[in-house]
């Protein structure tokens, strides 16, 4: 999958995550999502090259890293929190949205439970 093919699908299910929130932080090159403010998905492009960083468990961004060759530490990230999608054949839509799914879960989870969406409340 190409690298505009794995951020449109980013983008699309970061879109569709409760209370998400687009904004340009950094500036209009780098597209990031929030929930509560608190960031989940960037976008952006590294040498012409478009990718998306995600937050992770640290085990979990380790193993994705020996698994695919095309996820590696996060660009310009904490690189044990965050991990970068780039473009790759063994990255697939699936993954894409199991990714960015697990993101936004991971910044609701550390959030107190007064402050995460409402439709999240309950879990």
């Known amino acids: 999958m190409d690298g505009q093919q794995i951020q449109n699908i980013a983008r699309k299910v970061a879109q569709e995550q409760p209370e998400a929130e687009l904004c340009y932080p950094f500036g209009p090159e780098y597209e990031v999502f929030k929930v509560r403010g608190k960031m989940f998905v960037l976008m952006s492009q590294v040498r ?17 890293r020996a698994i695919y060759d095309s996820i590696h530490a996060g660009y310009h990230m904490n690189k044990r929190h965050w991990i970068s999608l780039y473009a790759g054949e063994q ?3 699936g993954l894409v949205k199991q990714l960015v799914e697990e993101s936004y879960d991971r910044v609701v ?5 007064r402050q995460r969406p409402l439709a999240l409340r309950q879990e």
Request: proline share 12%; aromatic share 0%; glycine share 8%.
């Open 109 to 113: 989870a550390a959030m107190p439970k």
């Open 48 to 64: 012409g090259e478009p990718i998306v960083n995600l937050k992770c468990r640290p085990e979990e961004g380790e193993l994705h």
């Open 91 to 93: 990255i697939t839509e």
